[in-house]
């Protein structure tokens, strides 16, 4: 095929296929053109350990615990974000990339809270943190009981969602949402650098006072529950948070035409908390503060529990 490009000449280029051919440990998969080096190991059965990609943000490469090593590239190439290109030759269990992985893993760990990270990848690949670690045999003790840990008081501003910047990994995810990925709200963003560097609002200054709106995009993507459900938090304070017996129910946001779809927590008969399905082409798993935070008034109430006796007919 030839085409004419803008300068007047013409190159020559095979006609495509709208797809593209690699190797993942040996064995040949075949995906849509555009497609990264993520979707090919997902292709190929291969999971892969992901903590700052999401299906529905722009990859910012921030954690680098998803490497992959591609023939004749000279350093490891992070798979959540590079396109996969026809003819390449990539391997995902190599010495290099377990030791990366390894590396990444340690670090994280040896200075943040990871208790709450609870699988690292995405949808059915997810895979727990601790299967991870055991793979990748991660031992950050062997930092010494020296090695500095993020310590600062637990944020508790408003009665909506906490933040305990203890266990951030500064994934980035919450700025995407609220950033120009979802929100374009843009109230946090990263302040200082390397061990200070921390999620900030505008000065520092408290969230009511920030201009966050409140949709509470940044706690659905945070990846390791640094910002975190008033509602999940309490009841984890009070050791009552039982994730396995709770329920999730689909439904229709009834507040706007929009048609946002929730999915409702529920525990004890009770809404712990709402969160949007990432495959819904409505909201990409965003929603507003009303979709987020205004479930109260389906709960049950004092009167509904114990109504008022009424009058014999
Ligand atoms: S608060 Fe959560 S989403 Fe934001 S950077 Fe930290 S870990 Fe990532
Ligand atoms: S979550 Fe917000 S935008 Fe979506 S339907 Fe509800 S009120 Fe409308
Ligand atoms: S998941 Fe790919 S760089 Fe973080």
């Known amino acids: ?48 350990p992901t903590l700052c990609y999401a299906e529905n943000l722009t990859p910012v490469n921030a954690c680098r615990v998803c490497v992959v090593e591609v023939e004749k590239s000279r350093t490891l190439v992070p798979s959540c974000s590079r396109a996969a290109e026809d003819g390449m030759v990539v391997q995902t269990d190599s010495s290099r990339v377990r030791h990366s992985r390894k590396m990444v893993l340690e670090f994280l760990d040896s200075g943040v ?21 055991a793979e990748y045999d991660v031992d950050s003790s062997r930092y010494g009981p020296a090695a500095e840990k993020i310590d600062e008081e637990i944020k508790i501003q408003d009665n909506l969602y906490i933040r305990d910047y203890d266990k951030c990994v500064l994934c980035y995810k919450c700025v995407e ?3 120009d990925d979802a929100q374009h709200t843009f109230a946090i963003a990263v302040s200082g650098r390397g061990f200070g560097a921390r999620i900030s609002t505008e000065f520092d200054v408290s969230l009511p006072d920030s201009a966050c709106v409140y949709c509470g995009n940044c706690v659905a993507v945070c990846p390791t529950n640094a910002l975190q459900f008033k509602t999940e938090f309490d009841l984890r304070q009070a050791d009552n948070w039982r994730e396995t017996e709770q329920t999730v129910t689909r439904t229709v946001c009834s507040y706007c ?48 529990q114990n109504p008022a006796p009424q009058p014999e007919a």
């Open 257 to 304: 035409g929009v048609g946002c779809n929730l999915e409702l927590h529920v525990q004890d008969d009770t809404i712990v908390k709402v969160t949007s399905p990432n495959d819904h082409s409505v909201t990409s798993g965003h929603l507003c503060i009303k979709g987020r935070f205004g479930w109260q008034y389906v709960q049950p109430t004092i009167t509904r």
């Open 177 to 179: 949402a609220c950033g």
């Open 113 to 133: 809270d990871l208790s709450q990270t609870s699988t690292l990848g995405v949808g059915e690949d997810a895979i727990s943190l601790a299967d991870w670690a």
């Open 1 to 48: 095929m030839t085409d004419t490009t803008t300068d007047g000449t013409s190159e020559t280029r095979s006609a495509g296929t709208g797809t593209v051919t690699v190797s993942i440990n040996g064995a040949d998969v075949t995906i849509d053109e555009g497609a990264t080096l993520l979707d090919a190991c997902n292709a190929a059965g291969v999971s892969t």
